[in-house]
């Protein structure tokens, strides 16, 4: 990425800190991208927190495994549906605000809305008639379905504006432009830590004694706790951003009668699966692999702290009280295991473009890092069998060894590795795909989140009956996912093209033309 390259013009650069704060024609000064960069980390701890503790808190409600999978639907239909929309609008926004932070400051709002209601959700559901005793709570799991779907809206209402803002801050300046995603990913990074150190943390309801009740246990008094804090660190960042950094207000471009007319009769999404037709081999080439490779990925993003709990320490959320407490322990020591993936993570991103220099570039990179998630995926089964055979000689409640949870955590760690390319090459690939072939960057980046969102739906709706078909558990989806990141690998070393060496950097929203 080139991010921490000395400028080779210290005059341009000196210009670039001493600009005038209302001149936007200019890339703004490294400390606003920073500021703006930061949202990052209150938007992430909120999806850390999701992926490490919404699981197990849904079957605590009392949602089936096998239908768990379904509550997170929201997050790829949101994504494929909510970000174009928010991003169609925000570039068009007129507010005299500017157009990217109204819908900023809208999203951290829902944020803390939807977590008003996920965190309350079983004093709520009690409070309407869910008994204590009852396995499944209705009530409570319909107030927390609706602020989940809340939350992943407000999430992508605020992503993508976020990142426009700093395309915007970039001014058409390819170096900031890299910079900007560079430290937006490193705040990423940040807030993946925190919220997995928050999950992992299990005394944090201690901070807030109201947050348990008698319809609300130590585990969830932990989770609004932590939900407390994001929401904290959320509209700190966002506030002291959207007051820091000011944003340009757009006016409309001065256009002719048959420019509106044919801007108007192609609606948005029309713009997007009207790009199929148009796209290159290249192009479908990096959607296949990418389909591939989030296919590998989401069984688990989705379930791998639930796997830590049920197969790996041999605890049952539905269990007795020993079990649960097993359960428990599992779904924090996965969140730590989390966190150390997030450190992993964030120190591989650093370092993506100077290894992909030296495997011989970025396809080459993909591919091989995609055999390590393979790998990795399949030495779930090997923990797994071995924490089973633990628990034949040394009792059905006796937790894993040191060994065996040492093993799972170091998985955890390798798979960060993988993770960073999957958040970088893809976006950098269709980026380089996109302006060489003449198209415009923001709608080949919005036709690859296809990519990455059905794949996301199939597993979502398929994953949980899956495993049921073979009795339960996370293992059959985990192996599915093995088979699908070595295949993504093979394509990604021998059908995938190789960008041109000179390839030019795409720094401008448009379309297919």
């Known amino acids: 990425m080139g991010v921490f390259e000395t400028e080779k013009s210290t005059k341009d650069a000196a210009a670039l800190e001493t600009q005038s704060p209302e001149d936007f ?19 992430q701890f909120g999806w850390a927190l999701q992926l490490s503790l919404l699981t197990p808190y849904v079957q605590l409600l009392g949602i089936p495994h096998k239908w768990s999978s379904l509550i997170w639907l929201c997050g790829p239909v949101s994504g494929m549906i909510v970000q174009p929309i928010v991003g169609f609008h925000s570039d068009r926004c007129r507010s005299r605000f500017g157009r990217r932070r109204p819908f900023i400051a809208s999203g951290a709002a829902l944020v803390a809305v939807a977590v008003f209601l996920i965190g309350y959700a079983a004093d709520f559901g009690y409070k309407m008639g869910d008994k204590l005793e009852d396995k499944v709570k209705v009530r409570a799991i ?6 989940f779907w809340i939350l992943d809206v407000a999430n992508n209402t605020l992503q993508g504006p976020c990142r426009a803002f700093l395309a915007d801050l970039a001014a058409g300046d390819a170096k900031r432009t890299r910079v900007a995603n560079a430290f937006f990913s490193f705040f990423m990074a940040v807030g993946n830590v925190l919220g997995y150190a928050a999950g992992s943390y299990t005394h944090l309801h201690k901070m807030f004694p109201f947050t348990m009740t008698k319809a609300c246990d ?31 207000q757009w006016s409309p471009p001065p256009r002719n009668s048959d420019d509106d007319e044919k801007t108007s009769s192609v609606p948005l999404f029309g713009e997007i ?20 490779n989030w296919i590998a990925w989401f069984p688990f993003l989705l379930f791998d702290t639930d796997w830590m709990g049920r197969e790996v320490y041999g605890g049952d959320s539905d269990g007795n009280e020993r079990s649960k407490k097993l359960y428990s322990l599992g779904v924090q020591s996965g969140a730590m295991g989390l ?12 370092g993506v473009e100077w290894i992909g220099r030296k495997l011989g570039g970025a396809k080459r990179l993909w591919g091989i890092v995609n055999f390590i998630l393979a790998a990795g995926l399949a030495m779930t089964v090997l923990v797994t069998k071995l924490a089973e055979d633990h628990r034949k000689t040394a009792g059905e409640l006796a937790g894993p060894s040191s060994g065996i949870k040492a093993g799972a955590l170091s998985l955890f760690a390798v798979l960060g590795i993988p993770l960073a390319i999957t958040f970088s090459t893809p976006f950098a690939l269709a980026s380089i795909f996109s302006s060489c072939s003449g198209a415009g960057q923001g709608l080949s980046l919005g036709v690859l989140n296809l990519a990455i969102v059905i794949p996301q739906m199939i597993v979502s709706l398929g994953g949980g009956p899956f495993d049921a078909l ?34 030019p950097k795409a720094t401008t929203m448009g379309g297919f033309h």
């Open 470 to 503: 073979f009795g339960g558990g996370n293992l059959p989806a985990f192996i599915v996912a093995a088979i699908a990141a070595a295949i993504s690998g093979v394509l990604a070393l021998t059908v995938l093209p190789s960008p041109p060496p000179d390839a």
């Open 142 to 147: 319909g107030i927390f379905a609706l602020g």
């Open 218 to 248: 130590i585990y969830c008094a932990n989770l609004k706790t932590c939900f407390f804090l994001s929401i904290t660190l959320l509209l700190i960042v966002t506030v002291t951003s959207l007051w820091y950094v000011k944003d340009k």
């Open 339 to 350: 966190m150390f993936n997030s450190i992993v993570l964030g120190f591989m991103s650093l």
């Open 273 to 292: 699966f009207g790009a199929f037709r148009v796209m290159k081999r290249p192009m479908w080439m990096l959607l296949i692999v990418t389909a591939l």
């Open 25 to 43: 024609d200019q890339p703004s000064p490294l400390r606003k991208i920073i500021s703006v960069a930061s949202i990052a980390a209150g938007v």
